[in-house]
């Protein structure tokens, strides 16, 4: 069966200090990843997603980048933090025309 | 552009009372709709979707809802709530034959359970 994990769950860092926040998925292939953001009382938003290894869409501009070294692997990051890109960040997986399948999320608290 | 809205921000009902939780959306076709329920510092678990056919969708957790197309709305419904409906639910529109089918969410209703 088809598993995704996510890494770290909580994570503080400083404002201007790198980020790296990892999606990994097991299971399946080629599938379709995404990243997302959910800030306080503001729901779900997309942030990246990708079909295929090195093939990265962005949905919004931010301070942030998405990579895909691998075919089951996403990362998140960020060169310098900023006190906004503190939330709750995503990371879920699609195999076609199917619902979205969730990791547990990564707690991010920029200070 | 595509949009899903969830009008209620935060709705609180006893326990033992029915439920329905609003979702309307905004898109050129029809889509692939979707609930999720999430726990406090969790992730999303599916609730229950509709991709097509019977438009009455039933769910885990004694969850149904029903698409209606003429409205462009998809609501949650609950007979009766127990206190472990207690989380944020969200609402999320599939987009067929967009880049990556990506999904749309809600902006989450958050359930309280009044014992």
């Known amino acids: 069966s088809q598993t995704i994990h996510q890494w770290p769950a909580t994570l503080v860092q400083p404002v201007g200090s790198p980020l790296s926040l990892e999606c990994t998925v097991e299971?399946?292939?080629?599938?379709?990843l995404y990243w997302y953001r959910q800030a306080a009382g503001r729901g779900l938003q997309l942030l990246f997603y990708s079909v295929g290894i090195g093939q990265i869409s962005s949905e919004v501009p931010q301070n942030l980048s998405a990579s895909r070294p691998q075919d089951r692997q996403f990362i998140l990051s960020s060169k310098k933090l900023l006190l906004s890109d503190s939330g709750f960040y995503l990371c879920?997986?699609?195999?076609?025309?199917?619902?979205?399948?969730f990791g547990q999320g990564t707690r991010l608290t920029v200070v | 552009a595509q949009s899903v809205t969830q009008p209620d921000i935060h709705i609180t009902v006893s326990e033992g009372a029915s439920l329905e939780l609003r979702c309307n959306y905004s898109y050129g076709a029809t889509p692939y709709l979707f609930w999720y329920v999430q726990s406090p510092g969790q992730g999303l678990q599916l609730l229950l979707k509709y991709f097509s056919g019977d438009t009455l969708v039933q769910g885990i957790k004694g969850f149904e809802a029903e698409f209606k197309r003429s409205q462009s709305s998809f609501n949650l419904r609950k007979p009766s709530v127990h206190w472990s409906d207690a989380a944020e639910y969200f609402c999320a529109v599939g987009l067929p034959y967009s880049s990556a089918s990506k999904i749309i969410f809600g902006s989450g209703t958050r359930l309280s359970i009044r014992p």
């Open positions: 299971g399946t292939s080629n599938p379709n």
């Open positions: 879920a997986w699609k195999d076609g025309e199917t619902e979205a399948f």
